[in-house]
């Protein structure tokens, strides 16, 4: 979010790659239905985000906004995107990422990218099947394995613990 900024100048609601790139502006914030200059974290709970504005709203004391966003889906199995888990996790020297159960992922192969807390790709990686991942050297904390499929689409993203 920024604070100021967008068609009304109050601020703006986007979206953005953790590695900088696809970046699309959701909302305007505009004074009386949205409020103006969003502040502190956002909420996510099932399609929608929700947020505080510093002002606007009817009496200009701010406002609590929700942005719902859409997803496209299907229930056709034949396209539907493949499932992924990481064992163990928490990680303490090293973890896979698979398919569901711990079989492996079909398809022909995969894109796996994992992401620190800052954003930043700390290690990416293409396989088929299922891939291990060293963990003895890296910092400890969380970190997010992004898969993308062969055409680059994103499969899912997970979080994983490293000890």
Known sequence: MTTQGGQFGYGVLFKIRPDGTDFSKLMDF???????????????????????TYSGGTSDLGTIFKYQYSTIGTNDPSIQKPQFEIYPNPANGAFTVAGGNGSQLSGSSYQVSVINVFGQTHEAKSFSGSISFQTSTWAKGIYFVELKDENGIRVGTKKVVVD
């Open 30 to 52: 505009s004074k009386t239905l949205t409020g103006t200059n969003p502040m502190g974290s956002l909420l996510r709970i099932g399609n929608s985000l929700f947020g505080m």
